[in-house]
């Protein structure tokens, strides 16, 4: 049997969806019903009209398994929808979707009327996860495709103990949420069909997960830069220097004399031009400042972490091979931007877009500080979400700094740059790889391509139980150790972040008016 998912149209979304996830897929002809019985999950990605619900009612029938949108399927064993508005999905500790926590969505849901996991903000249950006319199957309460395409950005508070919670504009889908969501469903259907589920790994060879070290400089003092240059070497991590270029033109090759480090562009005024052209001729000038002091950038950053579909394009214009902007997108794998119309060109690299600055602002305490990123690096390991911080050398704080990469460097990551760990993506994107489970023999195809790529391969035997292996051309899954997977901690007030608070509304207020005078 092939691991492989079989999607009913051509679809940008998913197919990025799933070459994220590193699991193979094909086209599949509901009328013909060819290319069904080489899948091993179907994806639904249009509309189905009635005769397409035979053969896929057919398929549930003979146990295949299904994931789709509520929308999508609707009369699909005798299911049916109920439309309301979702503001956001929340996880009270679910059995299936381990380590959801708040899908924010926005949009309006159609609530598959069978829904028994998951929570909508009215505390109704929003997804289905279960058996339909005897296969397995998930049903969503939103189409991915519309909800990943959505470009808007918001203030969004992010959980911490203390009363007073952290704010940052960032994307208003949480498209690292989607992406687990959707990589759960993917695990639920295949362990119900009693087959492993078996993906590409997110991180090089078998590492746990990364740590890279982003740093905006903001108009930084050099003696700040060079004590936050020590800290780092001290803790044996590469910066990823993002740098605001006017501020430091006099003194721009001093950069270059930083051994081990990555250049990048932050602005070259620390403002959004209105004007994409203006904007764009702002940062083509940065560029070339930063080449003529022997740097040499290969992504950026935009001020804020900015990011509109217009920026975007511009991003795009100045030919780098990423950016990384919380705007669009945080805590989650990288992603190339999209939007309806289209696909953007420039790889994104997002970060957990709280900072010691974030922090700051809400009166944190260093040691508050330190705890926040300790639990935050504790739940991102037990969700695999890239271990990516950033950090203004203006804000000081080395001791939160030194404290953050030591917990880190605890869970045994290899410290990367941001523009290797780019790289690296890129070319496991372009794999081609395979994988053909029979008994308990598990064959890769173009396993020594994936292996040259240090890639490896992640198996996921039952929902505690997974193999992190090297890509090789055949492993023998029952002579593997296999390692208990740890169930995340989800707080129980979780959903406290989401709940209108007037004082933090008044503080994003007050950001805002500042972000715009700077
Ligand atoms: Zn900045």
Redesign the pocket.
């Known amino acids: 049997m092939k691991i492989q998912a079989g999607i009913t149209r051509r679809s940008r979304t998913w197919e990025q969806l799933l070459r994220r996830e590193g699991l193979p897929w094909r086209t599949v002809h509901l009328a013909t019903g060819e290319g069904l019985a080489d899948c091993s999950v179907l994806i639904v990605t249009h509309q189905l009209d009635a005769s397409e619900c035979d053969i896929v009612e057919d398929y549930l029938r003979s146990g295949g398994a299904l994931l789709a949108s509520a929308r999508h399927v609707v009369g699909v064993g005798g299911t049916g929808v109920r439309r309301e508005p979702l503001h956001y999905l929340a996880s009270d500790g679910d059995g299936v979707f381990t380590t959801v926590r708040i899908v924010d969505l926005g949009t309006q849901g159609d609530i598959p009327r069978e829904a028994n996991h998951l929570r909508t903000h009215q505390h109704h249950h929003a997804v289905f996860a279960g058996s339909l006319l005897g296969g397995p199957a998930v049903l969503l309460p939103f189409d991915v495709q519309r909800v990943l395409a959505d470009t808007r950005s918001v203030y969004k508070a992010f959980y911490v103990h203390r009363d007073r919670l952290p704010t940052e504009r960032v994307s208003m889908v949480s498209r690292g949420e989607v992406f687990q969501l959707c990589h759960h469903a993917l695990e639920y259907l295949h362990h119900r069909r009693s087959l492993p589920y078996v993906h590409l790994w997110y991180y090089p060879g078998t590492s746990p997960n990364v740590l890279a070290f982003r740093i905006?400089?903001?108009g930084a003092p050099r003696y700040d830069i060079d004590e936050l240059y020590d800290v780092l070497n001290n803790a044996g991590v590469p910066g990823t220097w993002?740098l605001?270029v006017a501020s430091h033109e006099p003194w721009l090759p001093h950069f270059a004399t930083m051994m081990g480090q990555e250049f990048a562009l932050?602005?070259y005024e620390?403002r959004i031009e209105p004007d994409p052209d203006r904007q764009e001729a702002q940062w083509a000038r940065a560029l070339a400042m930063m080449r003529l002091a022997g740097l040499a950038p290969l992504g950026m950053?935009v001020?804020?972490g900015t990011w509109t579909t217009g920026l975007g394009g511009v991003i795009d214009r100045l030919g780098l091979v990423y950016s990384s902007e919380f705007s669009y997108a945080y805590d989650t794998v990288p992603l190339v931007p999209e939007d309806l119309e289209h696909a953007y060109r420039t790889l994104q690299v997002p970060i957990h877009p709280v900072s010691i600055g974030s922090l700051r602002r809400t009166g944190a305490t260093s040691q508050q500080m330190i705890e926040y990123y300790r639990s935050t690096i504790d739940a991102h390991m037990a969700r695999n979400i890239p271990l990516l911080f950033y950090h203004?050398p203006s804000h000081r704080h080395w001791d939160v700094v030194d404290a953050l990469l030591e917990h880190a460097l605890l869970q045994d990551v290899p410290g990367v740059l941001m523009g290797d760990f780019a790289f690296w993506w890129l070319a496991r994107a372009r794999l081609n790889v395979q994988f053909d489970i029979r008994e308990s023999v598990l064959q890769v195809v173009n396993a020594a391509a994936a292996a040259n790529a240090r890639v490896g391969i992640r198996v996921s035997l039952s929902a505690t139980q997974t193999l992190l292996l090297p890509s090789s051309e055949t492993v023998l899954l029952d002579s593997r150790e296999s390692t208990v997977r740890k169930i995340p901690y989800v707080p129980d007030d979780l959903r406290r972040i989401r709940e209108p608070d007037p004082r933090r509304m008044l503080g994003d207020l007050y950001t805002r008016m500042l972000r715009r005078l700077k």
Do not use: G, N, S
Request: hydrophobic share 25%.
């Open positions: 905006d400089t903001d993002f605001d932050h602005c620390h950053a001020p804020f203004h």
